[in-house]
């Protein structure tokens, strides 16, 4: 697929989009996965960014389609995620 950390997508409804920081991707269960957060809160120390998170498909032209990611799926992509962050701090 082709969505990858660190790329910038732009989410919100036409005319106020907002660029948002892939910041995780994973596939599960043949679905694949990503969470982002405002690019500007990623900047910030003071604050946690507010992460957003979806699953996308991509057609044969490479068009990405976004969809929620449903709320039974949410503790198995956040348990993921969790592991992640934590194989970072283990390697700073």
Partial sequence: MAVEIGEEL????????????VIYTCELNDKHYLLAALSEELNREETEPEIIGFTYTEDEEGTLFYDEIDENEWPEVEAKFNSYLEELEQEE
């Fill in 10 to 21: 732009l989410f919100g409804d036409e005319g106020s989009e907002e660029k948002y920081e």
